[in-house]
């Protein structure tokens, strides 16, 4: 099976320092007013919808990125 490999940006465009938890490893990245974040995904290809990459905002200071079944997801750029 082929993997999909793409990066994308999050960024934090409120006025308060926002927690992104990239799950389902549980890894944590607190990203600052202004602040931007650049990620990195692989994973197995699939038609299966069910397999896909989730960007939830889960409260106002929190946020998940969930990968799939098979998938990484690494943050290149760590916030200082």
């Excluded at 990239?22 to 990245?29: K, L, Q, T």
């Amino acid at each position: 099976m082929s993997n999909i490999v793409f990066e994308f940006q999050f960024n934090n465009a409120r006025s308060k320092r926002l927690s992104l938890r990239i799950e389902p490893w549980g890894d944590v990245s607190r990203i600052e007013p202004g602040q931007s974040l650049r990620i990195r995904v692989e994973g197995p290809i699939s038609n299966d919808p069910s397999r896909c990459l989730i960007v939830q905002v889960e409260s106002d200071d929190n946020a998940s990125v969930w990968g799939w079944s098979g998938s990484n997801i690494t943050v290149l750029d760590k916030p200082a």
